[in-house]
């Protein structure tokens, strides 16, 4: 079983809609999640971070976890042509200095 | 407020010569990292630093590649003898040292084994 799973893809969308992107996690003990973004070529962007069970919003994102289920989720509302790119998400090992295990990514196109 | 600084962009060598990347991290950050990225595939942790230590090394760190952060300043990852397989991105990141502050990632250099 891999550390960190994700989908991936490609999730396509239409433009405005919601995109949901999903993650499980191996390590119970993880305590720090994050999602980044990835265009083609580029490195990763954060977008967002959560560390505690439920939502939490930044704009038209939403990161959800469940640490009990081990999963963290990324919504993306009005979903934009621009948004599309690769999702990574990224899992605190709770090693004491963040180590982070990464997914393979979930790829999310966009169609206008 | 500038990002990590990562150079150079990208570096075509041939099989069996060295090469070095540097990285500048955010300037108040402690903690530093460095990845690698081959397609379709998520960043990989090789090895990470707390100011000039280097505290963790990833089983992926072969003996020919060597890190350093002297003064805890910027960081130079050396590859030896180079093959085919490093071929990757190769990526920086920094974050505070404090609590678990996220990571934030350079541009990456992109190195290509002829």
């Known amino acids: 079983q891999k550390e960190v799973e994700q989908n991936s893809g490609p999730l396509s969308v239409p433009e405005g809609a919601i995109a949901s992107l999903n993650c499980t996690y191996s390590?119970?003990?993880?305590?720090?999640f994050f999602w980044y973004r990835q265009y083609s070529g580029k490195s990763p962007e954060l977008i967002m971070s959560?560390?505690?069970?439920g939502d939490k919003e930044d704009g038209r994102f939403t990161a959800q976890l469940n640490k009990a289920s081990q999963y963290v989720s990324l919504l993306i509302r009005d979903s934009q042509p621009s948004d599309s790119a690769t999702y990574l998400c990224?899992?605190?090992?709770?090693?004491?200095?963040?180590?982070?295990?990464f997914g393979t990514g979930t790829r999310l196109l966009v169609s206008p | 407020d500038t990002g990590v600084s990562q150079d150079p962009r990208h570096k075509i060598t041939k099989r069996g010569q060295n090469v070095t990347f540097r990285c500048d991290p955010i300037?108040?950050?402690?903690?530093l990292y460095w990845y690698r990225q081959t397609l379709g595939q998520g960043p990989e942790f090789l090895t990470y630093?707390?100011?000039?230590?280097?505290?963790?090394k990833s089983r992926l760190l072969s003996d020919r590649f060597s890190a350093e952060r002297p003064k805890g300043s910027f960081s130079t990852l050396e590859i030896q003898r180079t093959e085919q397989g490093d071929s990757a991105m190769y990526l920086c990141a920094s974050s505070l040292g404090t609590g678990s502050q996220p990571q934030h990632f350079g541009d990456g250099t992109r190195l290509s084994i002829l």
């Open positions: 959560i560390y505690s069970n």
């Open positions: 990224a899992v605190d090992l709770n090693t004491g200095f963040q180590k982070l295990v």
């Open positions: 630093f707390q100011n000039e230590a280097q505290l963790e």
């Open positions: 390590d119970r003990g993880s305590q720090s």
């Open positions: 300037s108040e950050h402690n903690r």
